[in-house]
């Protein structure tokens, strides 16, 4: 769980850095590649941050049906 926390926190700190980048590039660069490289970047981390939660979503659901299952297996046997 804590490497998971670490990725995401990476990513959200590269995606505030991404909208900074995409404000910067829309003030003072006319046009071009800059603007697309931030947006891409922006896009990037969004996609990986999305993943990375629902990865620990599913992971978390099946620790709980391991231990719900240890449990209905104790009972039963009593």
């Not at 926190?9 to 931030?38: D, N, T």
């Not at 941050?49 to 979503?57: G, K």
């Amino acid at each position: 769980m804590g490497r998971t926390f670490f990725w995401q926190a990476v990513r959200l700190v590269v995606m505030v850095l991404a909208v900074a980048g995409v404000i910067y590039a829309l003030e003072f660069m006319p046009g071009g590649i800059a603007v697309w490289f931030w947006v891409a970047l922006l896009g990037v981390g969004f996609f990986g941050l999305l993943f990375s939660f629902r990865s620990a979503r599913v992971r978390a659901s099946q620790q709980r049906k391991i231990v719900g299952g240890r449990r209905c297996r104790k009972s039963s046997r009593r």
